[in-house]
């Protein structure tokens, strides 16, 4: 039987993902670490992740060290990537985790980058192989789903990625954390989505002290609603 297809991310109250994108290159370079841009983005970034980093979870698979919170947020964390047996991402994502990521990326898992770039598999230690899929994201998924077997595919991102399953029809369950924090502008997770296209029906919620957990099964709307 095969496995859903299914996308996890935090978002803040107002419906960002994401910080104003800046250069890959200026967050990751020893120069853009003094660029107002990219202090704004990576103060952005750590508030509305915030709840991630003190997970027990989260610090073993990033090799951050030992330790760590216990309970609903470790949890849920730990249970996502438990269920994922393959990953699918867009380019921008790939192209500043190739830069951020430790040397044993954090999937150990087959992930597929949808991308218009050529390139031969990428193997890094700890079992995640990089492949690079250049005739659009029906073909990824399908690639991924054969990979994946009957455990579930997860749309890692970033947002357009996310976006396109989603107005293709092809998620059929996702999860938002969300996270007390305010963002103003940035890139928004439901940005460029058919709303008649889609129709939601909330199924679980989870709240710790730190965010909120809603997750949702994707159906297609019934005629005229």
Do not use: C
């Amino acid at each position: 039987m095969a496995g859903k297809v299914f996308f996890s991310v935090t978002m803040s109250l107002d419906g960002f993902i994401a910080p104003e994108p800046v250069p890959v290159e200026d967050v990751f370079s020893p120069g853009g670490q003094n660029d107002p841009r990219v202090q704004r983005w990576m103060t952005k970034w750590s508030e509305l992740q915030a709840w991630a980093f003190p997970q027990r979870w989260f610090r073993e698979n990033l090799k951050l060290g030992e330790g760590g919170e216990e309970g609903l947020d470790n949890d849920i964390a730990r249970a996502t990537y438990e269920r994922t047996g393959v990953s699918v991402m867009g380019k921008h994502m790939f192209d500043a985790g190739e830069r951020a990521w430790p040397e044993e990326a954090p999937f150990h898992t087959p992930v597929f980058v949808v991308t218009h770039t050529r390139r031969d598999p990428w193997e890094r230690p700890g079992g995640t192989t990089f492949h690079f899929v250049n005739d659009g994201i029906s073909s990824a998924l399908d690639q991924a789903r054969e990979a994946a077997g009957d455990r579930d595919v997860r749309i890692a991102g970033g947002a357009e990625t996310i976006q396109e399953y989603l107005d293709s029809g092809l998620i059929d369950e996702f999860s938002i954390t969300l996270a007390p924090v305010l963002f103003g502008t940035g890139i928004r997770l439901f940005d460029r989505l058919d709303p008649a296209r889609l129709a939601l029906d909330q199924t679980r919620t989870d709240a710790s002290s730190r965010v909120t957990h809603l997750t949702y099964t994707v159906r297609k709307p019934t005629r005229g609603g």
